[in-house]
């Protein structure tokens, strides 16, 4: 069994950045890819990115080039890191692993970007 608990998020400007961070218990987590989600008010949770054991990333065309994955195995951590943040990008942002376990999901971090 795997907990995930994630935190980081807040209020931003339009334009700022946020870092998020999931700390993960259980002792096979650098097995796991990794993955980032989020899920805005009334929308479908959706994948952001994703970021495998040996630290090959995949992003959604929609965050390409403004957020990035990355992790620390030896923490059982993994961060997203958000740059030029836009009012789209608000929503309750989850890790989990990929594909998704249902069990795993934890409380989720709000990001919210407004000025």
């Known amino acids: 069994q795997v907990q995930l608990v994630e935190s980081g998020g807040g209020l931003v400007q339009p334009g700022g950045s946020l870092r998020l961070s999931c700390a993960a218990s259980g002792s096979i987590f650098r097995l796991y890819v990794m993955g980032w989600y989020r899920q805005a008010l009334g929308k479908q949770r959706e994948l952001v990115a994703t970021?495998?054991?040996?630290?090959?990333?995949n992003y959604a065309d929609s965050i390409k080039g403004r957020f990035t994955i990355s992790r620390d195995n030896a923490k059982n951590t993994v961060y997203l890191q958000m740059n030029s943040l836009i009012p789209e990008d608000t929503a309750v942002y989850y890790c989990?692993?990929?594909?998704?376990?249902?069990?795993?999901w934890g409380q989720g971090t709000q990001v919210t970007v407004s000025s």
């Open positions: 970021i495998n054991s040996g630290g090959t990333t």
């Open positions: 989990n692993v990929w594909p998704v376990i249902q069990n795993y």
